[in-house]
């Protein structure tokens, strides 16, 4: 296959790029000039091709659940796990009833051109049947899709009495990553120890850390500086994700400016979920309501990692959601106050490379001779572009092969008379 005519992300010209079998063979510069007789070429016209989007932080168990046994009112996190709790007890689904729902937000991010996706998956439940449903569905999309599982003891390691014994079970199951979430913890000391807790199993399980870190609006709430310190001492910077960080949003300047320093030594990436964020964030505040989003053009400028997820399709955190990450990366920067012309033409690396780094699949990773032809064709021929219309994923290809194609909307105006 040859996909002629394309725009590489980031780069000028026009390209050809040569697919054989599952690879990428050639790129070479595309000219009147190289034209083929090959059937099987697929004229791009000029539209940006990039690396498949990664989405580095969905919980796919518990994907299409709003609503049920009850609405989250209050709009807080906190009430999201206290009706996830009682869903929990009551819902008494089937490992296959959490497998068709995760399925079905599987298919609405392939839709939108994800290839790559790190999930947390609830491990409270002492059947462990979210675990065991994702571990069965992360075999069979491998052909199409990468997934990574975050142990996520959502009720607390040490707030649930045997969080910690199920937290080792699901990484001796086969999760991939050790998570935690020390602000749902009754006490501040119990939430240190979640964190030096989580880094001690990754080190024992070689496995990676991806922490839901200090999601509220206080800033009292510094997890941030033991889970980035202690990696630091461990030498693991790299290995090791935050997730939200929200009350960096009410740090004072000061202990931020110290904050940053041990983060730009440490390493570690940060994932920023911009739309579940504004949702659940400054629930109680009065006016002025604070966003209650991570520093991302902060941490951004001070070279540390930063990338874009979604968090949520329709779950008692987060009503809305169906996989889009351009949506989430149009939120975010407009949120982030980073709608400046430099944000705006480099934004899908926090969709794309940013995410890659932060799930440790950079190797391969990427439009180049010799990687695996996995790519995506979006529906526009300018950076900028793409990101003032949200353009649409014409193509997500894997492997060598066409596995999603969207055929771009048609409008008539009729409208005559005007210089259009
Ligand atoms: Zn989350």
């Known amino acids: 296959m040859i996909l002629k005519n394309a725009k590489l992300y980031g780069q ?15 790129i070479t510069p595309h000219t009147s000039q190289n034209e083929t007789s090959d059937v099987n070429v697929i004229d791009l016209q000029g539209k ?13 168990d518990y994907a299409l659940t709003a609503g049920t046994p009850r609405w989250n009112q209050s709009g807080s996190v906190f009430e999201g796990i206290e009706i996830w709790s009682e869903r929990k007890q009551i819902a008494n689904e089937t490992k296959d009833d959490i497998k068709k729902r995760a399925l079905k937000a599987i ?37 199409w899709m990468d997934l990574q599982l975050v142990a996520l003891p959502q009720e607390g390691l040490y707030t ?14 086969g999760a991939d990553v050790v998570g935690g979430i020390p602000h749902y913890e009754l006490t501040r000391e119990d939430g240190v120890q979640s964190v030096l807790k989580a880094l001690e199993l990754a080190v024992k399980y070689d496995k990676l850390v991806d922490i839901h870190c200090d999601e509220i609006d206080d800033d009292q709430s510094r997890y ?54 504004l949702h659940l964030q400054g629930r109680f505040d009065n006016y002025p309501t604070r966003r209650g989003l991570t520093r991302v053009k902060e941490l951004l400028n001070e070279g540390i990692n930063v990338c874009f997820g979604l968090d949520s399709i329709m779950d008692p955190w987060y009503p809305l959601g169906d996989g889009n990450l351009m949506d989430v990366v149009d939120t975010g920067l407009h949120a982030c106050h980073m709608t400046d012309h430099d944000h ?3 934004a899908l690396n926090l969709i794309t490379t940013n995410g890659a780094k932060a799930l ?6 990427g439009i180049k001779e010799g990687n695996k032809a996995n790519l995506i064709v979006i529906d526009s021929d300018s950076e900028y572009e793409a990101i003032r219309t949200q353009a649409t994923v014409l193509y997500s290809i894997r492997n060598g092969k066409v596995m999603v194609e969207t055929k771009p909307a048609e409008t008539t105006i009729d409208v005559p008379g005007l210089l259009w």
């Open 12 to 26: 000028e010209g026009r390209w050809n790029i040569g697919v054989k079998g599952e690879q990428i063979k050639t």
């Open 48 to 60: 940006i091709v990039l690396p498949p989007y990664v989405e580095p932080h969905i919980h796919l």
């Open 107 to 143: 298919k609405m991010q392939l839709k939108h051109g994800i290839q790559h996706v790190r999930t947390h998956v609830d491990v409270s439940d002492p059947k462990l049947r979210g675990l065991e449903a994702l571990l069965e569905v992360k075999e069979e999309i491998k052909p």
């Open 160 to 173: 649930k009495s045997d969080g910690e014994e199920l937290l080792i079970k699901a990484l001796e199951m």
């Open 224 to 277: 941030i500086e033991v889970l980035a310190g202690e990696s630091l001492k461990l030498g693991m910077g790299d290995r090791v994700t935050a997730s939200h960080t929200t009350a960096m949003a009410s740090y004072s300047n000061a202990y931020t400016y110290k904050l940053f320093q041990t983060l730009r030594k440490a390493k570690i990436h940060f994932v920023a979920l911009p739309k579940a964020n």
């Open 344 to 346: 705006i033409v480099t």
């Open 360 to 365: 440790g699949i950079e190797e391969g990773y």
